[in-house]
């Protein structure tokens, strides 16, 4: 809320931390930020909380990175997948 309301960008990693949030504290804790990261096991628990899949979650951020470990990540923004 601080950020949002000074104006400085932000980006939202909820870590291991996603069980602790109400499905819609969760989602208002990334609206409006640069971007969403999470690992791909915060991302499975991130959909089950939220019922948010990339599309609905693009529409509140500007990126959505999703690490991958030694796979490297996926980064997914409104026109591209990287």
């Known amino acids: 809320k601080e950020c949002r309301k000074n104006r ?5 990693d909820p870590g291991q931390n996603i ?8 989602i208002s804790a990334f609206e ?8 791909e096991y915060e991302w499975t628990l991130f959909q089950k909380k939220t019922g948010m899949n990339k599309e609905k979650i693009l529409k509140k ?21 990287i």
């Open 19 to 26: 069980h602790i949030f109400k499905k819609q504290d969760l």
């Open 8 to 12: 400085i960008p932000f980006i939202f």
């Open 61 to 81: 951020t500007e990126m959505l990175i999703i690490t991958l470990g030694a796979k490297g990540s996926q980064i997914f923004t409104k026109t591209e997948t």
């Open 32 to 39: 409006g930020c640069k971007g969403l990261i999470m690992n």
